[in-house]
């Protein structure tokens, strides 16, 4: 299974709103609604922020957003911290009852 | 709130079976909603789904990895484990174990991870 494809980075002013791409295939991100979204700092544990492509898990901010249109789903952070520049990756269930990751996308908040 | 923690050596020669333990508190492994994964992280790489195992002991691996990977489940200690063998420098990285939600197949807790080294 190949990873599915994340812009390498990505970047944004404070308060600004920035979207973040994940793009897969009709195998993964397209034949289901199991896109997840994780925020990982250096050195640290990936955190849940996105499930079920558009869900936010209990304590996490509502200005993170998530959408999907056909084989590429989307992370949307508005209002940008600085709190927020980390690394992001998107994941998804596959056809074969496995899980695959995005590369991952860097956000540098200017 | 479940945790997670990892154990074992941060040191594997070549060509041997790199064996992780994952011990989950707060929470059964025999839980009918969860699987447990494994997941790793190389260096300044993104993040790689090694495998999960269901309550009952059913496995799901990476096609990459399967040829080398076992995941199994202990209800007795409520710890699941890793072996990877004939590993090579290429599998050093951090490993993760993760609750693996089956309705939405999402990973929502996590341990803090470990470093495994591949070196002689």
């Known amino acids: 299974q190949s990873a599915l494809t994340q812009p390498a980075s990505v970047s944004g002013s404070p308060g600004q709103s920035i979207t973040i791409s994940c793009t897969g295939t009709?195998?993964?991100?397209?034949?289901?609604?199991?896109v997840s979204w994780y925020q990982q700092y250096p050195g640290r544990a990936p955190k849940l922020m996105i499930y079920d492509v558009n869900n936010r898990p209990s304590g996490v901010s509502n200005r993170f957003s998530g959408s999907k249109s056909g084989n590429t789903a989307s992370l949307t952070i508005s209002g940008l911290q600085a709190e927020d520049e980390a690394d992001y990756y998107c994941s998804s269930y596959t056809s074969i009852s496995t899980v695959v990751f995005g590369g991952g996308t860097k956000l540098t908040v200017l | 709130q479940v945790q997670l923690q990892e154990s074992g050596p941060g040191l594997v020669k070549p060509s041997q079976t790199l064996s992780l333990t994952c011990t989950v508190s707060?929470?059964?492994?025999?839980?009918?909603?969860?699987?447990w994964s494994w997941i790793r992280q190389p260096a300044g790489k993104g993040l790689q789904w090694i495998g999960r195992v269901s309550p009952a002991g059913y496995t799901n691996y990476n096609p990459s990895l399967r040829s080398r990977v076992t995941i199994s489940l202990d209800t007795s200690k409520n710890q699941f484990s890793l072996k990877l063998s004939s590993v090579t420098a290429a599998d050093t990285a951090v490993y993760y174990c993760?609750?693996?939600?089956?309705?939405?197949?999402?990973?929502?807790?996590w341990g803090q991870g470990t470093l495994v080294s591949v070196s002689s």
């Open positions: 993760a609750r693996h939600l089956a309705a939405t197949h999402t990973f929502d807790s």
């Open positions: 707060g929470g059964s492994v025999s839980s009918g909603s969860s699987y």
């Open positions: 009709s195998s993964d991100v397209g034949g289901y609604n199991y």
